[in-house]
């Protein structure tokens, strides 16, 4: 059964500082997706990661992910208030008879204060 | 482009009574799949559908039932509601079953009393 886990699950930090999320997963799996929800929205993706060693960059945030090790990281560079918000981890598995659906993880609330 | 609509937005139930929540996309998506999301919970798959015609259970199916009769639509029905199924309820599709990034439509919040 594949598990996957995010941590932490609550972030506060000052507005200019360095942070990362960290998601572990439990079986082998080389497609891995963040994505962000702001309170009372849904759910928007943000990044798509495929391949070992993929890493994507948006902005202040860049993932990265590293498959033999079933982790991917969320860093966040420099915060801002706007950055605030759930920030979620999924990830799915290739099989013959059809990919099978995003397993979340419980999802990183951040909030950035002045 | 409407992308995915789910309706109602939000509604109030009586436990025991019946609720059919729509979702609809319109980008021809293969891939459709009911999730709750539940405060320190995540989100959790209820049921999915691959392609027009089949169904999958998820994480979490009992209580639900689904259908998947074109590529469009994908409700989500609760036979007779309990307390436990009161969540914020998401659509979402993709383009083939499981891979690339999930779309997801705007929730429909549900309160079972």
């Known amino acids: 059964e594949l598990k996957v886990e995010q941590n932490p699950l609550f972030l506060s930090m000052q507005e200019g500082k360095n942070y990362t999320i960290y998601c572990n997963y439990s079986?082998?799996?080389?497609?891995l997706y963040w994505y962000r929800q702001d309170p009372g929205k849904s759910l928007e993706s943000l990044f798509v990661?495929?391949?070992?060693?993929a890493v994507k960059q948006e902005g202040r945030l860049m993932a990265s992910l590293d498959t033999k090790a079933r982790l991917s990281t969320l860093h966040i560079t420099a915060a801002v208030h706007d950055l605030s918000a759930t920030y979620f981890c999924?990830?799915?598995?290739?099989?013959?008879?059809?990919?099978?659906?995003?397993?979340f993880g419980k999802g990183t609330r951040l909030s950035v204060i002045a | 482009t409407a992308g995915i609509t789910q309706a109602p937005t939000s509604q109030i139930l009586a436990a025991g009574r019946s609720m059919t929540l729509r979702c609809t996309q319109d980008?021809?998506?293969?891939?459709m799949y009911w999730y709750r999301q539940d405060l320190g919970l995540g989100l959790r798959l209820i049921h999915y559908?691959?392609?027009?015609?089949?169904?999958g259970k998820g994480e979490v199916p009992d209580g639900y039932s689904v259908s998947r009769a074109n590529t469009d639509d994908f409700p989500l029905t609760l036979a007779s509601a309990v307390p436990s199924q009161t969540s914020v309820y998401f659509c979402?599709?993709?383009?083939?079953?499981?891979?690339?990034?999930?779309?997801f439509g705007s929730g429909t919040q549900l309160s079972v009393l």
């Open positions: 979402a599709s993709s383009d083939t079953g499981g891979s690339e990034k999930l779309f």
């Open positions: 079986t082998t799996s080389d497609r």
């Open positions: 990661l495929l391949s070992n060693g």
């Open positions: 999924a990830v799915d598995m290739v099989r013959p008879s059809g990919n099978t659906p995003l397993v």
């Open positions: 980008m021809r998506h293969n891939a």
């Open positions: 559908s691959n392609t027009a015609g089949t169904t």
